[in-house]
């Protein structure tokens, strides 16, 4: 029941998806929100910059629509008609206490795209977007109660990493998106690991809302995977990214039957380490460069590896089996002893160590080849 039940609400997503994302394209040259072609920008042509309309409109359409539809059936004879449905009508309880999450979510997502939105259209400084971006996790914590606790007794210090974690991978999903197809793309390889921790933790709607949101993240890349005919805007890539923060935050990642410890709250980290890695790494390099961290350029892990002569479709591919690699690892982690735990850690910094050599070396053959 529940897989046909996750089928469905994939193949819906993905067709509204195909469908409100050819109609951004429209809606984008009509109030003229396209990107310009510019120095450190990777196209040579405009391009509408309202993918993230498609996105938004398609996953909050498919969520809406079918948590509604299920309660009003849960309350008409139909049931009666439908035994297929009783496995679902049986949750309706569980369904109605976590909506007031569902409307958070919903919620901070609106006005984290609505943010994005003017930024595409206007231009924001990088500490007004920083302080709006403050003010929606503070909304969405202090009215729902979507926090980080890890077993933490003080408030504020729970708001406080709370946060910086909306804040970091907000951002890190909106620094990603600085080539065809990758925000995106890492966003749904992430979402479908992310999918498998919240299935085996029995998190079964948390685990609608991630297939609703696959589906809207593949229809977006039909258009979006170079070359591109759209891109996903700030609108698209920090509604990203705070959706891929809050989904994080909600969910629980101890699997019924495991001994309990503290290494399944590492699971996010894994899960979203290429979108981590790469933040931390042009913050690196910028400090490096002693320049402001809020600087646009040509530093982050997809330029580093163009630099190494991979097309923009092999950077793209290449990023998605990285976040894969790192990610698949966070499955095991509830069931892992102190060694196995440290196995993983060692796996995931021998696979950022490989990437630095080969950047390392591939910059060094440049280096003597000028000279």
């Known amino acids: 029941m529940w897989i046909a039940a996750y089928l469905y609400i994939l193949i819906f997503s993905l067709c509204l998806s195909l469908y409100t994302v050819k109609i951004s394209h429209r809606i984008a040259y009509y109030y003229n929100i396209v990107d310009h072609p510019a120095s450190r920008k990777m196209h040579s042509v405009a391009k509408p910059l309202l993918g993230g309309l498609g996105i938004f409109t398609a996953l909050i359409a498919t969520i809406l629509i079918h948590y509604y539809g299920i309660l009003i059936l849960a309350d008409t004879p139909i049931k009666n008609y439908l035994p297929i449905f009783n496995r679902l009508f049986i949750h309706i309880h569980g369904m109605k206490k976590v909506e007031p999450q569902i409307w ?56 406080a990493i709370t946060v910086l974690w909306i804040i970091g991978i907000t951002n890190s999903f909106n620094l990603l998106d600085n080539m065809d197809g990758l925000s995106a793309g890492v966003a749904l390889v992430a979402s479908l690991v992310f999918l498998a921790t919240a299935l085996s933790a029995g998190q079964l709607f948390i685990g609608l809302f991630l297939i609703a949101f696959i589906g809207a993240l593949a229809g977006f890349l039909r258009y979006n995977f170079p070359p591109s005919t759209i891109f996903m805007g700030d609108a698209g890539s920090l509604t990203i990214g705070f959706i891929m923060a809050t989904l994080t935050v909600m969910g629980t990642y101890y699997i019924k039957g495991s001994a309990p410890t503290l290494y399944p709250i590492f699971m996010p980290v894994l899960i979203l380490g290429v979108p981590i890695f790469d933040t931390l790494s042009v913050i690196v390099i910028r400090l490096k460069n002693k320049e402001s961290i809020f600087t646009a350029d040509k530093n982050h892990f997809s330029h580093r ?24 690892n966070a499955i095991l982690l509830p069931l892992l002893t102190e060694i196995g735990v440290v196995i993983v850690a060692a796996h995931t910094v021998c696979i950022l160590a490989i990437i630095a050599l080969l950047e390392y ?10 000279e």
């Open 361 to 370: 070396y591939g910059k060094l053959k440049k280096t003597n080849k000028n």
């Open 305 to 328: 590896l163009l630099r190494l002569g991979m097309t923009h479709r092999g950077v793209a591919l290449f990023v998605y089996l990285v976040t894969f690699c790192v990610a698949i």
């Open 104 to 159: 958070g979510i919903i919620s901070g997502a609106f006005f984290t795209f609505v943010l994005g939105l003017f930024d595409d259209k206007y231009g924001l400084s990088a500490k007004l977007k920083l302080v709006l971006q403050i003010l929606i996790a503070l909304y969405i914590i202090h009215f729902f109660n979507i926090r980080i606790t890890m077993f933490i007794k003080n408030p504020i210090l729970t708001y």
